[in-house]
Nanobody
Framework: QVQLVESGGGSVQAGASLRLSCAAS????????MGWFRQAPGKEREFVSA????????YYADSVKDRFTISRDNAKNTVYLQMNSLKPEDTAVYYC??????????????????WGQGTQVTVSS
């Protein structure tokens, strides 16, 4: 299994920016699609963004499109989520996930086999 450790969460005001990082262990990182999901209190986990192993294909949920940017540095085994223009509805625990069976990303949580512990993002109005 891939070990994933997220960082970069915090408490900010609406309109601010945060960058989440996810450091991965293992030799299969560059061939694995990576994703970010989030879960707000009382809600189901939802897809945020995903990126292919090469970084050339990226998907976003409609709710974050044009505000969030996913990227990866395969030399550092790290995937990032740049979050701009944050809104209170972005408040959630954000999880990094790896899909070792696919190099192309999907928005389906069940396709991802490794998950981080999550990092809290709180946006106040």
């Amino acid at each position: 299994q891939v070990q994933l450790v997220e960082s970069g969460g915090g408490s900010v005001q609406a309109g601010a920016s945060l960058r989440l990082s996810c450091a991965a262990s293992g030799r299969t990182f560059s061939s694995s699609a990576m994703g970010w999901f989030r879960q707000a209190p009382g809600k189901e986990r939802e897809f945020v963004s995903a990126i292919s192993g090469s970084g050339g294909v990226k998907y976003y949920a409609d709710s974050v499109k044009d505000r969030f940017t996913i990227s990866r540095d395969n030399a550092k085994n790290t995937v990032y989520l740049q979050m701009n223009s944050l809104k209170p509805e972005d408040t959630a625990v954000y999880y990094c996930a790896a899909d070792r069976d696919r190099s192309q990303p999907t928005p389906t949580a069940a396709d991802f086999d490794s998950w981080g512990q999550g990092t809290q993002v709180t946006v106040s109005s």
